[in-house]
T-cell receptor, first 114, second 113 residues
Framework: NAGVTQTPKFQVLKTGQSMTLQCAQD?????MSWYRQDPGMGLRLIHYSVGAGITDQGEVPNGYNVSRSTTEDFPLRLLSAAPSQTSVYFCASSATGAYIYGYTFGSGTRLTVV | KQEVTQIPAALSVPEGENLVLNCSFT??????LQWFRQDPGKGLTSLLLIQSSQREQTSGRLNASLDKSSGRSTLYIAASQPGDSATYLC????????????FGQGTTLQVKP
């Protein structure tokens, strides 16, 4: 069972560059979401999706874009990277019966913007 | 707006002690509450999930309780070991269950041999 797979694990970007953080799950989960983790700020929700073709904004969506064309994949796009986006990014998924099964997290992508 | 608070922020105990980590939330209309463990530089590992209709869940040396009316949850760790050293996070899902987790800031636990 692969669970939730995030790639890459580490990335260094220059200010203004764009990139896509990949997230894939093989559990046929309907719900997927992206969080960023910063010292002193905890984990904050960026974007989330309740199914293919359906996405919505979380607490800190500015500078990020998402789409969900398949159940398995939920990529996060940084349109024009800024130093403030230096963070650790986590992807999570859950079945619609999340009240029973809870959420599964990927191992994270550590992003540095210089 | 739901807010989740964890106290204390850090805790250091000698090996073998029983300990309690606290989590409080401001809106009692939650779907469930989940406790996670995070080791330095690693991802989140789910420890226990308590549904809104439940009072507690147990897994090995861990016991989590939930009191929705008071907006509180506790994570009890029995006979702590150095391997328990990590950051413990609690997170709640709102009553609409839209896939949104609201996290506390975490409690960093150090268990000394």
């Amino acid at each position: 069972n692969a669970g939730v797979t995030q790639t890459p694990k580490f990335q260094v970007l220059k200010t203004g560059q764009s990139m896509t953080l990949q997230c894939a799950q093989d559990m046929n989960h309907e719900y997927m979401s992206w969080y960023r983790q910063d010292p002193g700020m905890g984990l904050r929700l960026i974007h989330y999706s309740v199914g293919a073709g359906i996405t919505d904004q979380g607490e800190v969506p500015n500078g990020y874009n998402v789409s969900r064309s398949t159940t398995e994949d939920f990529p996060l796009r940084l349109l024009s990277a800024a130093p403030s986006q230096t963070s650790v990014y986590f992807c999570a998924s859950s079945a619609t019966g999340a009240y029973i099964y809870g959420y599964t997290f990927g191992s994270g992508t550590r992003l540095t913007v210089v | 707006k739901q807010e989740v608070t964890q106290i204390p922020a850090a805790l250091s105990v000698p090996e073998g002690e029983n300990l309690v980590l606290n989590c409080s939330f401001t809106d009692s209309a939650i779907y469930n509450l989940q406790w996670f463990r995070q080791d330095p530089g690693k991802g989140l590992t789910s420890l226990l999930l308590i549904q809104s209709s439940q009072r507690e869940q147990t897994s090995g040396r861990l016991n989590a309780s939930l009191d929705k009316s008071s907006g509180r949850s506790t994570l009890y760790i029995a006979a702590s070991q150095p391997g328990d050293s990590a950051t413990y996070l609690c997170a709640v899902t709102g009553s609409s269950n839209t896939g949104k987790l609201i996290f506390g800031q975490g409690t960093t636990l150090q268990v000394k041999p």
